[in-house]
């Protein structure tokens, strides 16, 4: 009886046994369900084996649980009404908080990608948004592919591009390129999202230097 116990005060005051972040009411409710539904699935990701670069990003790991320990500095993640100026989410300066825009919800991004949209502004947590800033994009990528925003507008001219390899588009890019080439538990629709975002993300690094050298890494 002690030991089933003392299995009960564990599970109960384990909070990394879950995959949980502090998500406010204003929240819809089915895209709260969808980022735990994210969350969990990211939690349970496994592999045996990791590329450098995604080791020198996230540290050494064995499965998606090192995501959501760079997720662990997020205060609270909050829904915003206001002009989403095309993007899924965005930081707030010096307090650790996350706004997801009604433009998420209403484009049924993979969980995937809803998971990366979080990593994606913990990477810009800082002191004024210092941290990791983007820089005008131009019009096409460096395959010669325009760049296009969720909206179906172009991208060039906004500070939605990164001209460094690890930003938070290339942060996105070798989490995917890891889930692609080294999960080991993952679904094949699991590994076609990641191909599809990592292709994406990267197509947003503007320094030719980075761009090829994960394009060569991860063939997206």
């Not at 050494?60 to 090192?66: D, F």
């Not at 591009?161 to 679904?187: P, S, W």
Request: with cysteine.
């Amino acid at each position: 009886m002690k030991a089933l116990y003392f299995i009960f005060i564990i599970v109960l005051w384990t909070p990394k046994l879950r995959a949980e972040i502090p998500i406010h009411q204003s929240i819809p409710l089915d895209l709260e369900l969808e980022i735990r539904a994210g969350l969990e699935t990211v939690r349970e990701m496994s592999w045996l084996t990791e590329s450098q670069y995604h080791r020198d990003l996230f540290g050494h790991s064995t499965g998606g649980a090192t995501y959501l320990s760079y997720l662990s500095v997020v205060a609270g993640v909050f829904y915003s009404e206001g002009d989403h100026r095309g993007f899924y989410a965005y930081a707030v300066p010096g307090y650790n908080i996350v706004y997801l825009t009604p433009l998420i919800r209403e484009s049924k991004v993979p969980l995937l990608e809803l998971v990366y949209a979080l990593l994606h502004e913990v990477k810009h947590f800082g002191p004024l948004l210092i941290q990791h800033r983007h820089v005008p994009c131009p019009s096409h990528d460096l395959l010669g592919e325009p760049l296009i925003s969720h909206e179906n507008k172009s991208y060039e001219g906004r500070l939605a591009c990164d001209d460094y390899g690890d930003g938070a588009f290339g942060l996105g890019v070798v989490m995917m390129g890891q889930i692609l080439n080294h999960c080991d538990n993952c679904t094949l629709e699991m590994k076609s999202d990641a191909r599809k975002l990592g292709k994406k993300l990267l197509s947003r690094i503007i320094d030719p230097l980075w761009f090829f050298r994960y394009q060569r890494e991860y063939q997206f």
